[in-house]
């Protein structure tokens, strides 16, 4: 050893600026309501599209019911040092993630989800869907948002897609309502 040589190691305190972004989080089964009641109470700010659907049951009962448009899922709005801890939290399994690096969606996505479902229009859950070109709205409720253009069954829908998912919320289009975006 050198008694010459001397280390410096400096520490800065000062905290890291960072931006905060939806991230998508995996809930127990059909706790999705909860996972939301419980992140509300903590302040976060959080989405859970709910879409109204009928249900038939075996006794030829009809009734409206409120679900999660995406089973499973919940989007919360915070800043990547607090995802552990919501992890932490009763009814949310994980975080989503591609690469080792948690999945977000973008804010302009969540409003496109959230004027989807204030909407009149029927939305579909496609799961593995043959996706087309990008594509942005020029008519009607969702115009100057941007999406992918989807085939399912021959019709053609709009659709915005969950990161690190394969899951896209589509609703019914024609052609008149698209422009392609060009690259």
């Known amino acids: 050893m050198c008694p010459n040589l001397q280390i410096m190691i400096s520490y800065t305190n000062k905290p890291i600026k960072e931006e905060p972004k939806w991230y998508i989080f995996y809930t127990c089964p059909r706790a999705e309501k909860v996972a939301y009641k419980i992140l509300k109470d903590l302040n976060y700010t959080v989405f859970l599209p709910i879409r109204k659907t009928l249900k038939i049951w075996k006794n030829r009962q009809r009734k409206f019911i409120q679900e999660p448009l995406f089973p499973n899922y919940i989007f919360v ?89 394969n899951l896209i919320a589509c609703i019914d289009v024609t052609a008149s309502m698209i422009n392609i975006v060009k690259k």
């Not at 995802?83 to 993630?97: A, G, R, V």
């Open 77 to 165: 709005n915070t800043k990547s040092c607090y995802l552990y801890k919501i992890t932490m939290l009763p009814k949310i399994c994980y975080y989503l993630s591609t690469n080792g690096k948690p999945s977000s969606i973008s804010e302009q996505d969540i409003e496109a989800l959230k004027c989807m479902v204030n909407s009149q229009e029927e939305i579909t859950v496609e799961i593995n869907p043959q996706i087309g070109e990008k594509v942005v709205i020029i008519k009607g409720d969702l115009t100057g948002y941007e999406g992918v253009l989807v085939s399912c069954k021959g019709k053609q829908k709009f659709g915005i897609q969950l990161a690190g998912t």
